[in-house]
């Protein structure tokens, strides 16, 4: 089994594919597109891609890329990103002087960096700064990054959870060239449609309540260009072959475009 | 007039509040926070801070501020993201080795720079990137930054639009003390938490429906904790203290915990 993602080795959604495949091989991909095509291709088996983050909310780009890839989500990842501090091992935090990391990152642990006096420095991303401080042996230098990242590069972690913001959680799908049944706990991802009638919205999620499906992401995308295209991502309760999601899901497509099964998975 | 954003002078939140406010105070601030405190205590009149962008998708953080803090939503700004590369003046693009900016930016116009054999190099933010080559005069680094970011570092535009995909759209909010009544065009931004009771989210969109109001956005943000705690994220056509949308608030709140209205304005 190989698992594509994007980012180097050892980033977060590293860390958050090894809490579900714990001993895979992994493919590190520069981008979202590369990490599907991937899957498509046959080169991986699985991808694992964030969706959401309690910070950012929805990631957009994902779910452009899975209505453009035919595969299926079959499973779910939820990961709390807990920051850790990475140096070279033996070093004393009170010797070092500049902390590199990923912008966003940086900016989640300021508090933790002017308290200890380290001048954040931008990198690309998170792992790659450990492995630069690893393969450079910079002694006065630290990582805002993974405990993945700190095992991938030998570093050590000098402190963990150093966020500002403890609820920072990202929540990740696993996709894979085929759908696969979930026995425990199924929850489906759905993108789709409205027609462009008055009502169309409140027409498409009746069966889901007639049916007492309980609805756990319901959101609208971006306009494009101006004209609002009505397209809606929602996560439902159930499997999709099997009711009641499969009636009320057939009950809703009347009243869509198009709507589309991303998959069904178990919830994390 | 003085307008507080997130980000360095020229980043692409003071180009987006510079198209609504040709010539005001701009006041540059550290965080999302810190541009809505300056609002609050008085030091400035409004901030502008980016609630969605096409590829990113929603940005969670800006409603959990407006929800903590006790502003309004008057104003809507749409800015197309053009990226552009910025030069020290009479610099031929040829001579440029490197490209400086926050790595987002540096990911949406990867093609670019490789077609062009610049190297990217991370920084904090895409102003603070032109504002470096500027003071340190360095002769063969580019930056990848706003065009109010070379008018207000003195940087020449080498190039504009080099981004990959063109669909790169941010939709800000105007923020401030009190409301205002837009004139033409209004939307309104909501944001609810719902009963706890089956059928809920229907009931509440039923109101807005029968009285043909239109839905703009409706978005569900991110599970605490894993709780759900189904918190909505609302835009709506009309004002909210007129018919229809104020009968169909009323008939809304009614299946709510808790409804806010985030503000009325007229659309961008």
């Not at 991802?189 to 409140?202: I, M, T, V, W």
Request: proline share 6%; charged share 20%.
């Amino acid at each position: 089994m190989r698992v594509s993602f994007q980012g180097e080795a050892g980033a977060y959604s590293e860390e958050a594919l090894r809490t579900f495949f714990p001993d895979v091989d992994v493919l590190p991909c520069a981008t979202f597109g590369e990490a599907l095509t991937a899957v498509a291709d046959g080169q991986a088996d699985r991808a694992v891609l964030p969706v959401e983050n309690s910070q950012a909310g929805s990631i957009t780009e994902t779910y452009d890329l899975m209505l453009q890839h035919q595969l299926w989500a079959v499973g779910e990842i939820e990961l709390r990103v807990r920051h850790c501090l990475l140096a070279l091992p033996g070093t004393a935090l009170a010797s070092l002087r500049t902390a590199h990391s990923h912008p966003q990152a940086l900016a989640q642990t300021a508090e933790y960096l002017a308290r200890n006096r380290l001048e954040p420095v931008a990198e690309r991303d998170t792992a790659g700064s450990a492995r630069m401080i690893a393969e450079r042996k910079l002694a006065g230098a630290a990582a805002v990054a993974s405990r993945t990242a700190a095992t991938r590069y030998g570093l050590e972690v000098l402190a963990e959870g150093i966020e500002t913001n403890p609820d920072n959680r990202t929540r990740f799908l696993v996709l894979a060239r085929e759908p696969v049944v979930p026995h425990t706990a199924p929850r489906t991802s759905l993108a789709l449609a409205l027609k462009n009638e008055a009502g169309a919205l409140l027409a498409v999620l009746k069966p889901f309540a007639d049916a007492g499906i309980n609805i756990t992401k319901l959101e609208s995308r971006p306009s494009r260009r101006g004209s609002w295209e009505y397209v809606f991502y929602l996560d439902v309760d159930g499997h999709h072959l099997e009711p009641p999601l499969w009636p009320a899901l057939e009950a809703a497509a009347k009243h869509c475009q198009w709507l589309r099964v991303l998959g069904s998975y178990t919830k994390a």
